[in-house]
C-alpha cells in the first residue's frame, strides 16, 4: 500500500521502520523540533530522525488540520493514513485525505485508558496487563472500531520507559499484521465494547508529586509510571529531588510517620509512606548527577523529611 505515517515520539518509530520495509511510505508526517534540555536547542522528534535514516518525504506542520496541510496529504495520493503516537487530535478532513482511512496504533488494550498517556497511567495505576490496539480513527478520542489488538503483562517494577520499548516492538509487527489484513479483507472492523472505558489524559509535571501518605505500592507505582518522563518529584527542604527508580520493601512503618527516613543502619534510603519502608534506588538534585539512594543518605541530616 501507500502509506502516509504520522507519529512523532520513540514509540512510533519500530512502526515506521517495519512499514518502510513492505509498504511505500510516501510521506512521513512528525511535529516540529521543539526546544529540549537545559539550553532549550531544538531539538528533532525521533520519528523525523527514522525518516532521515530511511530517506523518506518529511512534513513537519505546526498544525495538522489546516487546510495547507490537508492538501500536502491528499497531493501524496496514499492509500492509507497509519498513525502512531502523533501528538495532535486529526480532523474529519485529515482521516478523509486516503481512500482507507486512518489506523492508529495505540498503547492500550482499547476501551481502557483512551488518551495521550496510555502507558503511564496504567503502570500509575498498578495494572500488571496491557496491550497494543489497532483501530480505525473516528471523530472521538481512541473511540474508533477495533482491528486487532495482543495483550502485554507489565513487570513489577517496570518503568514507563521499559514498557514503552517492548510495546513499540510488538507494535510495529501488529500494523503490518492489520494492514495487510485490511488488504485482503480477513480484518473486519467491530464496535469498542461498552464497558470497561477509561481516560489516560496527557501528563504534566505536576501530576509527579509524590504523596507520602499514600501506600507504598502507589507510590512505588508513581515512580515507575512518571519514569521517564515527566519524573516522580519531591520536596526536601524546599528542594526539588527526582526519584527515578524505587524498590518495595516489605517493612511495615511502625511509628515513622509519612515523608521520614527509615532506619539509617540499613543503609540504604528509606522513606515511610503510609503502611510501609520504600527504598529509593535511584535519585536527582535539581542540575546535578543522578546517585544511589545509599549515596544520596550519606549527606542527609537525621530527621529530614520529604515532602
Not at 534540555?37 to 488540520?65: C, T, Y
Request: net charge positive.
Amino acid at each position: 500500500m501507500r502509506v502516509i505515517f504520522l507519529g512523532t515520539g520513540e514509540f512510533a518509530r519500530p512502526a515506521l521502520s517495519r512499514l518502510a520495509e513492505r509498504h511505500d511510505v510516501v510521506l512521513v508526517v512528525t511535529q516540529p523540533d521543539r526546544p529540549a534540555g537545559r539550553h532549550a536547542e531544538p531539538s528533532a522528534p525521533p520519528v523525523k530522525d527514522e525518516a532521515g535514516s530511511l530517506g523518506l518525504s518529511l512534513f513537519q506542520p505546526e498544525r495538522i488540520n489546516t487546510q495547507e496541510s490537508v492538501s500536502r496529504l491528499r497531493s501524496a495520493k496514499a492509500d492509507i493514513l497509519v498513525v502512531a503516537a502523533y501528538g495532535q487530535l486529526l480532523k474529519p478532513e485529515v482521516l478523509d485525505a486516503a481512500p482507507r482511512g486512518a489506523v492508529n496504533l495505540h498503547a492500550s488494550l482499547l476501551p481502557a485508558y483512551r488518551g495521550a498517556a496510555p502507558i503511564q497511567w496504567a503502570i500509575r495505576r498498578g495494572e500488571s496487563r496491557s496491550g497494543i490496539t489497532t483501530f480505525q480513527l473516528d471523530r472521538g478520542m481512541d473511540t474508533g472500531p477495533l482491528l486487532l489488538r495482543r495483550p502485554l503483562d507489565i513487570g513489577p517494577d517496570e518503568t514507563a520507559g521499559d514498557l514503552e520499548r517492548r510495546m513499540a516492538a510488538l507494535g510495529a509487527d501488529l500494523i503490518l499484521e492489520t494492514l495487510e489484513g485490511l488488504a485482503t479483507g480477513t480484518i473486519a472492523p467491530r464496535p469498542q465494547p461498552e464497558g470497561g472505558a477509561s481516560l489516560a489524559p496527557r501528563l504534566t509535571k505536576d501530576d509527579g508529586r509524590v504523596d507520602w501518605t499514600r501506600t507504598a505500592a502507589e507510590v512505588h507505582n508513581l515512580v515507575r509510571g512518571m519514569s521517564p518522563w515527566p519524573g516522580a518529584w519531591t520536596l526536601l527542604s524546599g528542594e526539588r529531588i527526582k526519584l527515578l527508580r524505587t524498590a518495595r520493601t516489605g517493612v511495615a512503618v511502625g511509628r515513622i510517620e509519612p515523608g521520614l527516613i527509615g532506619p539509617r543502619e540499613a543503609r540504604q534510603l528509606l522513606i515511610a509512606c503510609a503502611d510501609e519502608l520504600l527504598e529509593v534506588v535511584l535519585v536527582q538534585r535539581e542540575g546535578r548527577p543522578r546517585t544511589t539512594g545509599r549515596e544520596f543518605l550519606n549527606g542527609m541530616r537525621p530527621g529530614s523529611r520529604f515532602e
